[in-house]
């Protein structure tokens, strides 16, 4: 066997070195990198949900949007969301519920004022404000959200049933009624069914078929020729016979 190994040429031994490396790289390598980047991650999200104040704004993973009202411990909040009629209703959750928030993660540098651009560029690069709720980023959610009105009924994804009272488009969000006076605030994302109807586009024919057939050539030429039948020909007619009767007169005087 050694006198095998030992007759292996440079070029097996470098294509087999190469092999060990890539196998070194997937199996022991490519682990630690994905844990290390999956710990950093969590790290910092884990500094942003503790860094959580009043007043910060909050998406959870239910497609709850709203404001922190009061931050109760450590591992929970109040949120105060579907703000009608000058008040909103309250909601304790747990901190794990939340999916999104503009806190920003505790130490974060936050700069003297001296160079804000710079620091705001910092920031938002960190915690960038969510669009839309995940679900309604990947286009999973039923089309008829987007068509939503007040009155319509509306059941979520985290269980809630209730009345739109308003319709947010430029938050992408729906204000319902649940729970007698209770209003909440959620993602169009968060909707799992609603009763509301994705509108028909009427076609030309269906929607005037009396103008598309005024505005129709053949109607046209069918018109066209039905007013020479009733008459407008008539007039050609009669001068062709008086030329004719002038064409006799001059023979005869020829």
Not at 126 to 132: D, G, L, W
Not at 186 to 215: F, N, Y
Not at 225 to 246: I, L, Y
């Amino acid at each position: 066997m050694l006198s095998n190994l030992l007759a292996i040429t440079w070029k097996e031994g470098l294509i087999l070195g190469l092999f060990l490396v890539v196998c070194v790289l997937v199996l022991v390598v490519m682990p630690m990198l994905r844990n290390r980047k999956e710990k950093k991650r969590l790290d910092e999200y884990n500094r942003t949900i503790a860094a959580i104040q009043p007043g910060n704004k909050v998406i959870t993973v239910g497609g709850i949007c709203g404001e922190v009202a009061e931050t109760a411990d450590e591992k929970t909040f109040v949120l105060k969301t579907g703000a009608q009629d000058g008040r909103a209703s309250l909601i304790t959750l747990q901190r794990e519920a939340i999916w999104w928030t503009d806190a920003k993660p505790a130490g974060e540098p936050q700069g003297d004022g001296s160079d804000t651009a710079g620091t705001d560029e910092v920031t938002e690069s960190k915690v960038e404000p969510a669009p839309a709720y995940s679900a309604r980023e990947r286009g999973e959610y039923p089309k008829e959200a987007d068509h939503i009105q007040p009155g319509n009924k509306v059941v979520t994804v985290g269980g809630i049933e209730g009345e739109a009272v308003e319709v947010k488009e430029e938050n992408g969000t729906i204000v319902l009624k649940t729970g007698g006076d209770s209003y909440v605030e959620v993602d169009k994302g968060a909707v799992r069914w609603t009763d509301a109807a994705i509108p028909e586009t009427p076609t030309p024919e269906a929607a005037d078929p009396d103008t598309a057939e005024a505005a129709s050539p053949d109607a046209d030429a069918s018109e066209g020729s039905d007013a020479a039948e009733n008459g407008e020909e008539k007039p050609a007619e009669e001068t062709e016979q008086k030329a004719d009767g002038r064409d006799e007169k001059e023979n005869k005087t020829e």
